[in-house]
């Protein structure tokens, strides 16, 4: 497991269906490595702090595995590292065998894995095609976030090593599936609040999701 790309972008104005609008998505690969902080990589900002950053989303990592999926289904698209906005193009990690609260070692960094990105339409602007927002969600390939534990220098090719996990019950996966596929699994449903490094947004989504399931 390794990082292949470590990718950065400040915020920029870009022209969408006639409005003007302020998005971080366009980033770049940096020949360099780069201080990874508690909100961001040095070098990148997010546009709308009310969906993107924070500290559960700081960086954004999208597995390289993807990309021929990608390749496939967009002929002829320029698909370079961190087309899907990610921070990390990452090898050996995907989202079906991480968990929630997995944490793992970067070089001198840890992180910890807190959820999949779910697109807006500022995807659609990056790929100059509205289709791209719901063709990402049911292709399940979201990628996740990572909240940084511990600050450090990264850089492309360092290892990414699992040094602890949470729990083994609930994958990044298994959220998206809980999310726009299998809405109604109160079994996951529970086991999914009861993650304690998952997002309380995320848990208060599915505790009503729940109550509802169950007539509460």
Excluded at 11 to 21: H, L, N, R, S, Y
Excluded at 36 to 49: E, F, I, K, P, V
Aim: with cysteine.
């Amino acid at each position: 497991m390794k990082i292949l790309s470590v990718n950065v972008g400040l915020p920029k104005e870009v022209t969408w269906q006639g409005k003007i609008v302020t998005t971080g998505i366009f980033k770049k690969p940096v020949n360099m490595p780069v201080m990874m902080r508690t909100l961001n990589l040095d070098g990148d900002q997010q546009a709308d702090l009310t969906v993107h950053g924070g500290v559960t989303k700081a960086v954004y990592a999208y597995p390289s595995e993807h990309y021929d999926y990608w390749r496939a289904e967009l002929p002829g698209a320029d698909l370079p590292w961190g087309m899907f906005g990610e921070n990390f193009t990452t090898e050996g990690l995907l989202e079906e065998a991480i968990y929630i609260g997995d944490r793992f070692g970067i070089g001198e960094t840890e992180v910890m894995v807190t959820e999949p990105r779910m697109p807006c339409y500022k995807l659609g602007i990056k790929f100059g095609r509205p289709d791209i927002i719901k063709r990402f969600l049911a292709s399940r390939r979201t990628g996740f976030y990572f909240a940084v534990v511990r600050e450090g220098m990264v850089g492309a090719g360092d290892p990414i090593e699992l040094i602890g996990q949470e729990q083994q019950d609930i994958s990044v996966a298994d959220i998206t599936r809980l999310y726009a596929f299998e809405r109604n699994d109160v079994k996951a449903l529970r086991l999914a609040i009861e993650v304690e490094a998952l997002p309380e947004s995320w848990k208060g989504y599915f505790q009503h999701r729940l109550e509802k399931q169950i007539g509460v």
